[in-house]
């Protein structure tokens, strides 16, 4: 869904479009540099050693509490910008020392009365931008949980099937912090950034399991690259994306783009867009990856270099 109606858009862009050329020098860039290995090596560590965070042994007996962490992390997982400083692997490694101090930490009843002195425990030293949002999106988080999972993400994961789709479905259908939409120009785009990398990020946590084990799925394959403020940043560095000169001069003069704005939207689009292009080239140089897979990598790129390329669009979002 979040491939085909933000290919739409890509059509009819006025402010953003993707330079074909770019994307294939970007796979040929990727593959050079090793992308595919320095994916199997972020597979295998995927990030989470960056947390700092030792739950690797709930993770490899399927325990609940790598799920649960995921799902409160990531229903938390937007809009860092406006706070100097403060990045997602604050907030990931703030979760996990609650989690290592106390299992319960994040237990649906925790979260069900959430308070902003507890979010701010979460990322120490850091003062989290809208709290008040904050707060919601974690009390909505343990009020689902407790009212139809028995307080479990896990039983929520279960109750897919063993499908990233349905897993998405079921989080889209009862958590509306997750419904990332937008009506552009007349037509609806769904592009769910946070509800897709929940499951990436389980997959990713779980060992990349199959769906024949418990936290595996069979159909990663459908999921789009997560539609956040670094990945276009990258892809712009690159010149994959072009920026129309009015809106280049807007994001590289740090002006605020308004959320379900047409350059908003369309910059999300056309990055879903250009992921999927990229990962179309780097298959046919014979790496082929799960657009989530280059996700990573180009998340990871882009972590490395947000200080010196230009600077990423600034929308004050609840959903990326
Ligand atoms: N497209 C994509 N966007 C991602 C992630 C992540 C973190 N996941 C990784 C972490 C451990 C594992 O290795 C996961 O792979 C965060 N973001 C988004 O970036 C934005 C900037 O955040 P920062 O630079 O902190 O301020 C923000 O919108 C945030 O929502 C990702 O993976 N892909």
Redesign the pocket.
């Known amino acids: 869904m979040a491939t085909s109606t933000s290919a739409h858009i890509v059509a009819a862009a006025r402010h953003v479009t993707i330079d074909d050329d770019a994307v294939r020098a970007l796979a040929q860039e990727l593959m050079a540099a090793g992308g595919v290995t320095a994916l199997q090596q972020?597979q295998s560590g995927?990030?989470?050693s960056?947390?700092g965070w030792h739950y690797s042994a709930d993770a490899a007996a399927s325990g609940p509490l790598t799920c649960q962490f995921v799902f409160v992390l990531d229903a938390l997982?937007?809009?860092?910008?406006p706070t100097p400083g403060?990045?997602?692997?604050h907030l990931?490694s703030g979760l996990a020392r609650a989690l290592e101090a106390d299992p319960r930490a994040l237990s649906a009843a925790v979260l069900s009365a959430a308070t902003p002195a507890l979010l701010a425990s979460w990322a120490p030293g850091f003062a989290l931008p809208q709290m008040a949002e904050r707060v919601s999106k974690v009390r909505e988080l343990g009020a689902v949980l407790g009212a139809h999972f028995g307080g479990l993400a896990s039983n929520m994961v279960q109750a897919a099937g063993g499908s990233a789709v349905n897993l998405i479905r079921l989080i889209t259908a009862l958590l509306p912090g997750f419904r990332d939409e937008a009506v552009y120009r007349g037509s609806q785009v769904f592009l769910y950034?946070?509800a897709q990398?929940v499951v990436?990020?389980l997959w990713?946590a779980y060992g990349c399991r199959g769906a024949d084990q418990l936290f595996g799925f069979r159909d990663m394959a459908e999921l789009t690259?997560?539609?956040?403020?670094?990945?276009p940043q990258v892809l712009a560095h690159a010149g994959a994306l072009v920026y129309a000169p009015a809106l280049r001069q807007r994001i590289e003069s740090l002006q605020e783009l308004p959320a379900g704005g047409e350059e908003e939207v369309e910059i999300r689009a056309a990055t879903v867009q250009a992921v999927e292009r990229v990962a179309e080239a780097m298959k046919a140089l014979g790496a082929p990856l799960l657009s989530v897979e280059l996700?990573?990598l180009?998340?990871?790129r882009?972590?490395a270099s947000?200080d010196t390329i230009a600077p990423?669009h600034r929308t004050l979002s609840i959903f990326?």
């Not at 997982?77 to 910008?81: A, E, G, K």
């Not at 690259?225 to 990945?231: Q, T």
């Open positions: 972020q995927m990030g989470w960056n947390c997982n937007f809009c860092f910008w403060l990045e997602y692997e990931a950034k946070r990398i990436a990020d990713a690259m997560f539609a956040d403020y670094r990945v996700d990573w180009l998340w990871h882009g972590e947000k990423h990326y």
